[in-house]
Each structure stands twice: as structure tokens, then as C-alpha cells.
């Protein structure tokens, strides 16, 4: 019998259970930086330095946090149903809790790229600094997607989302887009459950809307499936 698939749309709010900051704050700043200064090719483009010291900092803050039981609890559920995660964060805390098929929207901290070239992806785990290039000397910047720029993974998440059984969106505010649109790819007899303590329920029926913490609403969800 084919195993029920389950599609999730993670966003900050399952990683602010670690201890990661979620994306921006009530007065707009992230970590005290304008989010135009260091998430957009103009910033980067400005002052190059600032933009590569803001995430060599994040990127070193991913030793310091570790996955929670939402992050478990979503792994453990692929020995009962197949589990595909879309991600909107750009941290590894997913596939180190286990989950073996993370798509990444958003990019992915602990990678580079060569700034010509949006597909040549390398495996970074260390600073990144000026004068760090790819083997033609071009500068290397981080595997991130910056506000202006097209969401490369967007396509593979939309035929990911067309093949649902269940769909969950945990943890975001559903305001980002193109990744909020995913939820108008689920087939119509896809179920839909969300998980969030601030999204109103106008997505689906009262019974499968868990305004809860990530983990909390992981644990109800996981008695309703398994």
C-alpha cells in the first residue's frame, strides 16, 4: 500500500523554538541591521564586508542551537508516511533532526555561491570573506535569496505541493512571497493542517488549525496522522 505523503511549508516560527531569531522584528531590524542593508543585492553591493560579517555570524550561531521535538517529531514521521519538507528557513536544523528530503526556498546558510552565477552552489561551513572566490576568481557571496531576487527552488516546491496528501504550514505568518502561494498547488482532497500561534485560521476547517507553539501543535498533529 503507497505510503500517504506529507507536505510541509516551514517557516521561522519552528526554529525560534531553538533559539534562532525569527526572520525580522516587531520594529522591522534583524539583529539591529536594516533588512535592506544585508538581505538585498543592493546592501550587498554597498558594503560587501557588512553583509558577509552579518551571516558568518549567523552562520556560526548554528553551532550553538540544535533541533527541538518539532524538528524531531517531523523526521520521526517518515517511518509511517512520506514526508517531504519546503522550507522558508535557512538554517540546517531539519536534516540534522533527521528529515532526509529538505527543499530550501529561501537558501541555505552553511552554502556559497560565485555572485555571477545563481546555480553554481558550494558547500561553505566556515566565514566567508572578501577575497574568497571560486576556482575562476570569482567573489564568492552567501547561498542566500535576497528581497528582488527569483526563488530558483520555487518550481520543484509547486510539483512537490501538486502531490500532496496532507499539506501542514508550521511556523509562518504566510505573508512571504512566492512561498505562500504554495498552498493554492495542494490537490483538492489534500488535507490541510496549521500550525501557528498568530495565523488566523482562514485556511482550512477549525479542527485542523493548532494555534500552539511549533512543538506543541507537532504533538497533537503527529496522534491525528499516526
Same mark, same amino acid.
Given at each position: 500500500? +503507497? /505510503?500517504?505523503?506529507? &507536505?510541509?511549508?516551514?517557516?521561522?516560527? *519552528?526554529?525560534? %523554538?531553538?533559539?534562532?531569531?525569527?526572520?525580522?522584528?516587531?520594529?522591522?531590524?534583524?539583529?539591529?541591521?536594516?533588512?535592506?542593508?544585508?538581505?538585498?543585492?543592493?546592501?550587498?553591493?554597498?558594503?560587501?564586508?557588512?553583509?558577509?560579517?552579518?551571516?558568518?555570524?549567523?552562520?556560526?550561531?548554528?553551532?550553538?542551537?540544535?533541533?527541538?521535538?518539532?524538528?524531531?517529531?517531523?523526521?520521526?514521521?517518515?517511518?509511517?508516511?512520506?514526508?517531504?519538507?519546503?522550507?522558508?528557513?535557512?538554517?540546517?536544523?531539519?536534516?540534522?533532526?533527521?528529515?532526509?528530503?529538505?527543499?530550501?526556498?529561501?537558501?541555505?546558510? +552553511? /552554502?556559497?555561491?560565485? &555572485?555571477?552565477?545563481?546555480?553554481?552552489? *558550494?558547500?561553505? %561551513?566556515?566565514?566567508?570573506?572578501?577575497?574568497?572566490?571560486?576556482?575562476?576568481?570569482?567573489?564568492?557571496?552567501?547561498?542566500?535569496?535576497?528581497?528582488?531576487?527569483?526563488?530558483?527552488?520555487?518550481?520543484?516546491?509547486?510539483?512537490?505541493?501538486?502531490?500532496?496528501?496532507?499539506?501542514?504550514?508550521?511556523?509562518?505568518?504566510?505573508?512571504?512571497?512566492?512561498?505562500?502561494?504554495?498552498?493554492?498547488?495542494?490537490?483538492?482532497?489534500?488535507?490541510?493542517?496549521?500550525?501557528?500561534?498568530?495565523?488566523?485560521?482562514?485556511?482550512?476547517?477549525?479542527?485542523?488549525?493548532?494555534?500552539?507553539?511549533?512543538?506543541?501543535?507537532? /504533538?497533537?498533529?503527529?496522534?491525528?496522522?499516526?
Amino acid at each position: 500500500m +503507497k /505510503k500517504k505523503k506529507l &507536505v510541509v511549508l516551514s517557516g521561522a516560527g *519552528i526554529s525560534a %523554538e531553538s533559539g534562532i531569531q525569527t526572520f525580522r522584528d516587531s520594529d522591522g531590524l534583524w539583529e539591529n541591521h536594516r533588512v535592506e542593508d544585508v538581505a538585498s543585492p543592493e546592501g550587498f553591493a554597498r558594503n560587501p564586508k557588512m553583509v558577509l560579517d552579518f551571516y558568518n555570524l549567523r552562520r556560526r550561531q548554528l553551532n550553538d542551537v540544535f533541533p527541538n521535538d518539532a524538528h524531531k517529531i517531523l523526521a520521526d514521521l517518515e517511518k509511517k508516511i512520506d514526508v517531504f519538507i519546503i522550507t522558508q528557513n535557512v538554517d540546517d536544523l531539519h536534516e540534522r533532526a533527521g528529515s532526509s528530503n529538505v527543499l530550501h526556498l529561501h537558501g541555505e546558510l +552553511k /552554502k556559497a555561491r560565485p &555572485v555571477n552565477d545563481e546555480h553554481k552552489i *558550494i558547500n561553505w %561551513e566556515t566565514d566567508l570573506n572578501i577575497g574568497d572566490t571560486d576556482e575562476n576568481g570569482v567573489q564568492l557571496r552567501p547561498h542566500i535569496v535576497w528581497f528582488g531576487e527569483s526563488v530558483p527552488e520555487m518550481e520543484n516546491a509547486a510539483k512537490i505541493a501538486s502531490d500532496a496528501d496532507i499539506f501542514l504550514v508550521i511556523g509562518t505568518s504566510m505573508q512571504v512571497y512566492p512561498a505562500a502561494s504554495l498552498i493554492h498547488y495542494i490537490p483538492e482532497n489534500c488535507e490541510l493542517f496549521i500550525i501557528d500561534p498568530h495565523l488566523p485560521n482562514s485556511y482550512t476547517k477549525s479542527e485542523n488549525c493548532f494555534q500552539t507553539s511549533a512543538t506543541e501543535g507537532m /504533538k497533537l498533529l503527529k496522534r491525528r496522522l499516526v
